[in-house]
T-cell receptor, first 113, second 111 residues
Framework: GDSVTQMEGPVTLSEEAFLTINCTYT??????LFWYVQYPGEGLQLLLK?????DKGSNKGFEATYRKETTSFHLEKGSVQVSDSAVYFC????????????FGIGTKLQVIP | EPEVTQTPSHQVTQMGQEVILRCVPI?????FYWYRQILGQKVEFLVS????????KSEIFDDQFSVERPDGSNFTLKIRSTKLEDSAMYFC?????????FGPGTRLTVL
């Protein structure tokens, strides 16, 4: 079945540091890929998405590129802020738009001033 | 932007009791979902619902669970006889196309 693997963390960075959270996936078809973010005490928010190979999703300074050849969707940000402290989930859903979402374990990011 | 809402935010119940978790999906969405997240673990799919019937369910979604859309706006998850291991955060989601939007979750604590 489909699965998503991501680094567990926690990841602790100083403000303005560069962030990379690795994510790889296994899927039978051509999935859509997502990053969701969960701020403390809140629900899951869609951060960015990519629906086909070589697409780059971006939002709030975060980026991730759909790499079919390496089955990866790594999340990056050039300069993190304290307000970026949250848990980040890599996820996928099979093609079709209405399929369930399969999540990775989540990576906790803590940014210190 | 429209949001998925869930009530209550926190539910505490005794083992063996029935609970109903409520969700109001986004009004023009057609597909609805329940997920759960046990503390410290990944978010897991429970069930999807379309056109007033279950379209897919996971192994977790056994006979103790049921879903219903009792009117045009609410979408409910019922756990008939709660167990300690049902303690988790339960998320409702809805989707129209490729953007699945999640509610804030209901934290269920079974004592």
């Amino acid at each position: 079945g489909d699965s998503v693997t991501q680094m567990e963390g926690p990841v602790t960075l100083s403000e303005e540091a560069f962030l990379t959270i690795n994510c790889t996936y296994t899927a039978t078809g051509y999935p859509s890929l997502f990053w969701y973010v969960q701020y403390p005490g809140e629900g899951l928010q869609l951060l960015l998405k990519a629906t086909k190979a070589d697409d780059k999703g971006s939002n709030k300074g975060f980026e991730a590129t759909y790499r079919k050849e390496t089955t990866s969707f790594h999340l990056e940000k050039g300069s993190v802020q304290v307000s970026d402290s949250a848990v980040y989930f890599c996820a996928l859903s099979e093609t079709g738009g209405y399929q369930k979402v399969t999540f990775g374990i989540g990576t906790k990011l803590q940014v210190i001033p | 932007e429209p949001e998925v809402t869930q009530t209550p935010s926190h539910q505490v119940t005794q083992m063996g009791q029935e609970v109903i978790l409520r969700c109001v999906p986004i009004s023009n969405h057609l597909y609805f979902y329940w997920y759960r997240q046990i503390l410290g673990q990944k978010v897991e799919f429970l069930v999807s619902f379309y056109n007033n019937e279950i379209s897919e369910k996971s192994e977790i979604f056994d006979d103790q669970f049921s879903v219903e859309r009792p009117d045009g706006s609410n979408f409910t998850l019922k756990i008939r006889s709660t167990k300690l291991e049902d303690s988790a955060m339960y998320f409702c989601a809805s989707t129209q196309k490729e953007k699945q939007l999640f509610g804030p979750g209901t934290r269920l604590t079974v004592l």
